[in-house]
């Protein structure tokens, strides 16, 4: 199992809706496999870790999960190319609750720790 860090940007998905399900789908840019964990680095303004997940399955089309996925792309649905493969996620802990900019989760706490 290998733990990966990947960015997401609230100004282009609604993360904390999606997050709200059981399970997500989530663009693939690294050889994740099942079981690995995400944690998920919410940018500007939040810049801190908002979500840890495990990794239910992966190699998902966008043609199959678009439905799915469509209603929380702000801004139209044109932003995701159609070759990019899809993992499901499983959201195992919320940390997004406790927004704030002295949290052990935000980014000077992040760098100050490595």
């Known amino acids: 199992m290998t733990a990966w860090l990947i960015a997401a940007n609230t100004k282009i998905y609604d993360v904390f809706g999606a ?10 840019n690294a050889k994740i496999e099942i079981g690995d964990s995400i944690y998920i680095y919410l940018v500007v303004p939040h ?6 997940c495990g990794v239910l399955g992966t190699g998902y089309d966008l043609a199959d999960i678009f439905d799915y996925v469509a209603p929380f792309i702000k801004g139209g649905a044109g932003k995701r190319p159609d070759g990019k493969p899809f993992m499901k996620l499983g959201a195992t802990r919320t940390l997004a609750l406790a927004l704030e900019s002295d949290s052990a989760l935000s980014l000077p706490r992040l760098r100050e720790t490595g």
């Not at 997050?19 to 693939?28: A, D, G, L, R």
């Not at 810049?47 to 840890?52: E, R």
């Open 19 to 28: 997050f709200e399900q059981n399970e997500t789908y989530w663009p693939m």
């Open 47 to 52: 810049k801190q870790i908002g979500f840890v």
